[in-house]
């Protein structure tokens, strides 16, 4: 069955400060990736995702995350942080059961930016 | 092109009664599923619908449950409401086809149970 870990449930950063929010997941079979951003009293906003080929994906708000098929990781990572980027991050894998749709998520990471 | 819409936003009812929360997802998107989030048992997979068909469920008793329409909206209910039940309820429509593959989720509905 798939799982998906996250190390750290928070991290507090300076900003302007680089982070780095892991990701570790297990699957049998090739995996879709997700990371999703979570604002108070809001549902699930996707910032990246890998599906296949590059293994390096990139947001359009500075956010990155690699794929490593061998550490089973996807980390993902930002080289200076906002006030704004404070919120909950949730990494997940889709399920790989044959005609499974579904999410599986890790518990999150409540990254604080500190002025 | 409009996003994911949940209905309502907010909802407080008490312990014994039912509920239903209607997701309206993307234009063109076919598959829905829902998802519990709670603070101790994090985000849950309930079940998916795809053309008005359940594909798949999750580990959840028989008190929730759900149906898609023709036009792809979809409905979740909870009978007999527990205090366990309290809960951000999150609906994604998902698309495989082109650009628009992966899950959009919406806004959710809070549940408070009392």
């Known amino acids: 069955a798939q799982s998906v870990t996250q190390l750290d449930s928070q991290v507090p950063v300076f900003e302007e400060a680089p982070v780095e929010l892991r990701c570790n997941y297990s699957?049998?079979?090739?995996?879709?990736l997700f990371w999703y951003v979570q604002y108070p009293n809001q549902g699930l906003q996707l910032l990246l995702k890998y599906l296949s080929g590059s293994t390096l994906v990139k947001s359009i708000n500075g956010f990155e995350a690699e794929f490593n098929k061998s550490q089973t990781s996807f980390h993902l990572r930002k080289p200076s942080v906002h006030i704004s980027d404070t919120a909950e991050y949730f990494c997940?894998?889709?399920?790989?059961?044959?005609?499974?749709?579904?999410?599986?998520f890790g518990t999150g990471t409540r990254l604080t930016v500190i002025p | 092109k409009a996003g994911v819409t949940q209905t309502p936003r907010y909802l407080i009812k008490t312990r014994g009664q039912q509920v239903t929360l209607s997701c309206s997802p993307i234009?063109?998107?076919?598959?829905v599923s829902w998802y519990q989030q709670t603070p101790g048992q994090g985000l849950q997979f309930l079940f998916e619908?795809?053309?008005?068909?359940?594909?798949n469920k999750g580990n959840f008793p028989g008190r929730f449950s759900g149906r898609q329409f023709s036009n792809s909206r979809s409905e979740m209910n909870v009978s007999t409401l527990e205090l366990g039940d309290s809960a951000l309820y999150l609906c994604?429509?998902?698309?495989?086809?082109?650009?628009?593959?992966?899950?959009?989720f919406g806004s959710g509905t809070r549940l408070t149970v009392v």
């Open positions: 619908y795809f053309s008005e068909t359940q594909r």
């Open positions: 994604a429509s998902s698309s495989w086809v082109g650009t628009t593959y992966g899950y959009t």
């Open positions: 234009s063109g998107h076919r598959s």
């Open positions: 997940a894998v889709r399920g790989d059961q044959t005609g499974a749709n579904n999410l599986f």
């Open positions: 699957s049998s079979v090739s995996v879709y």
